[in-house]
């Protein structure tokens, strides 16, 4: 075990130091080559890291697990948002809700808000577009708005969300769920680093499953709409799980407003445009257009959300990976839905499409620096078949040991 231990301790210090080297990288948001790069070095020193040292005979005491996974959060904090510029959207929302607006109704562009301009405008995402996060988000941004102006401040639902969910697993299911959690690069940089609000989802949706919880499915709704498809699944589970729709519900009434723009462009992850595309290709080669691609990956994530599975675990697992598959637009931290997934079944295929993730930030280069976003690209090819014959070689693997 003490050898073990000093193994995970010298890949431990590997990955402290490439997120260290990451966060002075990513000052650069012009060129986020270097960046990128970078990240997926530091996913696949990790990828090697758990698949040789994270046995029980390596990991050693929970405190040594957890200890790393707290400085790597440390270090992810100072991070700049190099692949995102969703914190500037969150706080342009959280600044027009203490001004009197609407983010449901209100968009960025309007001039009847210039008064929120400020050096960060330019850097906030959708100016034509209105809110589209569940009620619980805008409710965070206000307040974290409320509490500082700065931008950074806008992390801290992330980051404290992040470290609830690693101290849930690790005491759910012990020291290797939260080694495979808590030092898995795409955790570290997506929500200490990059502050994505999809930590208060999987937070949401882990609780749900662990207590079989009405009030967590409501609050994991009301972060991202996608989880109202597992009603189906949860309801079968336990009926009581059934008022869960009354949380969302609860917290938009502030907002109350129509909000059908909203969801017309909300729907448009599932075919509206395209980024990082897997199977949606497929579908858009039978469809006679685009829109209607999207009702057809609409209906068939519904119909795997409502096929009866053996358990709930099981059934969130299929819908969650129909979504991701299927959907047109998949951004690379839409992977850290899978996490908790990961942690607790270390399936390689997850490992390996979470680990090669990074490099569908490829785009962002000519984004940046010519303006014109590439929907896919070769790394998608990479990215997906290596998952795919990572995928086929564990089940002959399974199916042989059977």
């Given at each position: 075990m003490v050898v073990g231990m000093r193994a995970l301790g010298v890949g431990g210090s590997v990955l402290g130091a490439g997120l260290l080297a990451l966060a002075g990288l990513a000052q650069d948001r012009s060129h986020?080559?270097?960046?990128?790069?970078?990240?997926?070095?530091?996913?696949?020193?990790?990828?090697?890291?758990?698949?040789?040292?994270?046995?029980p005979r390596h990991l050693?005491?929970?405190?040594?697990?957890?200890?790393?996974?707290?400085?790597?959060?440390?270090?992810?904090?100072?991070?700049?948002?190099?692949?995102?510029?969703d914190l500037y959207r969150y706080r342009w929302e959280g600044r027009l809700q203490l001004a009197g607006g609407n983010p449901y109704q209100e968009r960025p562009g309007d001039p009847r808000w210039s008064a929120l301009r400020d050096e960060t405008f330019p850097l906030v995402d959708g100016k034509d577009f209105k809110a589209v996060y569940g009620p619980l988000v805008e409710h965070l941004q206000r307040e974290m708005a409320r509490l500082s102006g700065s931008v950074w401040i806008q992390k801290l639902p992330a980051i404290l969300a992040d470290l609830a969910l690693l101290l849930l697993l690790a005491r759910w299911h012990g020291p290797r769920a939260a080694l495979l959690y808590g030092w898995c690069p795409l955790a570290v940089v997506e929500f200490a680093g990059m502050g994505h609000n999809d930590a208060l989802l999987i937070l949401a949706l882990t609780l749900a499953l662990r207590y079989r919880s009405g009030l967590a499915l409501g609050?994991?709704?009301?972060?991202?709409?996608?989880?109202a498809l597992l009603l189906p699944a949860f309801i079968r589970a336990d009926r009581r799980t059934a008022w869960a729709v009354l949380v969302p519900v609860v917290l938009f009434l502030p907002y109350g407003s129509d909000v059908r723009e909203n969801a017309d462009f909300a729907s448009g992850f599932l075919g509206g445009w395209s980024n990082n595309?897997?199977?949606?290709?497929?579908?858009?080669?039978?469809?006679p257009s685009r829109a209607a691609?999207?009702?057809?990956?609409?209906?068939?994530?519904?119909a795997v959300a409502c096929w009866p599975l053996r358990g709930l675990e099981q059934s969130v697992l299929a819908t969650t990976l129909a979504i991701l598959l299927l959907s047109a637009n998949v951004?690379?931290?839409?992977?850290?839905?899978?996490?908790?997934?990961?942690?607790?079944?270390?399936?390689?295929p997850l490992a390996v499409w979470m680990a090669l993730t990074p490099l569908q930030y490829w785009g962002l280069t000519e984004w940046r620096q010519a303006g014109?976003?590439?929907?896919?690209?070769?790394?998608?090819?990479?990215?997906?078949?290596?998952?795919?014959?990572?995928?086929?070689?564990?089940?002959?693997?399974?199916r042989r040991v059977q």
């Open positions: 986020p080559t270097s960046a990128i790069v970078l990240y997926l070095l530091i996913s696949l020193v990790y990828l090697i890291l758990v698949t040789y040292f994270s046995g050693g005491s929970l405190r040594f697990v957890l200890a790393f996974a707290l400085l790597f959060r440390l270090e992810a904090f100072w991070m700049a948002s190099v692949f995102t510029d609050l994991a709704i009301a972060v991202k709409w996608w989880p595309p897997s199977l949606f290709w497929l579908i858009e080669l039978v469809a691609a999207k009702y057809i990956v609409l209906g068939l994530v519904a951004h690379p931290w839409y992977l850290t839905w899978l996490l908790p997934h990961w942690a607790v079944l270390a399936a390689p014109r976003w590439v929907e896919r690209g070769p790394w998608n090819a990479v990215v997906y078949g290596a998952a795919a014959v990572t995928f086929i070689l564990w089940l002959e693997r399974r």
